[in-house]
């Protein structure tokens, strides 16, 4: 499990670390300005772009060494996709208000993100994607989440 703690009261970036300690931390930087960030994952930087659609929440893309990783259409709203690759991913927010996302396969839940109110992270529980993806995907939700609380 990805775990994501906000680096400050002011500052928008966060210490992401596995809870196994089988990795090293990765410092998660959130743009002020726009709805980008970014992260370095074995001396490779890593891009979040976000753009708003109009009442259809948010799509993103993972871009690292000029190639797309990832892409996501609809972060925010209560169903969003991901794709990685030819594959597919489905996120479902439970409850109509919540912070928490579930990765759902054939009508199971295969995998969580939740908001962790006290401290201004998040968790995550995304065992089928790799860890650009993941760290793509707590930091979408985090910029999302971030500006619907401004």
């Given amino acids: ?3 994501a703690d906000r680096r400050g009261f002011f500052r928008r970036s966060y210490e992401v670390r596995d809870d ?3 990795a090293a931390p990765v410092e998660l930087v959130l743009s002020t300005w726009g709805r980008t960030g970014e992260f370095v994952l ?3 930087v ?5 753009r708003r659609r109009f009442l259809m929440g948010y799509d993103g893309v993972l871009v690292a060494g000029g190639r797309e990783l990832a892409h996501a259409q609809g ?3 209560t169903e969003w ?5 030819d594959r597919h991913h489905r996120f479902v927010r439970p409850h109509l208000f919540g912070r928490t996302q579930h990765v759902v396969e054939s009508g199971e839940v295969v995998g969580v993100v939740r908001r962790v109110a006290l401290v201004s992270g998040a968790e995550a529980d995304l065992p089928d ?6 760290l793509f995907v707590v930091g979408a939700l985090l910029l999302v989440w971030e500006e619907e609380s401004s």
């Fill in 1 to 3: 499990m990805l775990i």
């Fill in 20 to 22: 196994t300690g089988a």
């Fill in 42 to 44: 074995d001396g490779v």
């Fill in 46 to 50: 890593h891009e979040i772009r976000m």
């Fill in 75 to 77: 972060v925010g709203t």
């Fill in 81 to 85: 996709e991901l794709q990685v690759d």
């Fill in 129 to 134: 994607l790799a860890l650009p993806v993941q």
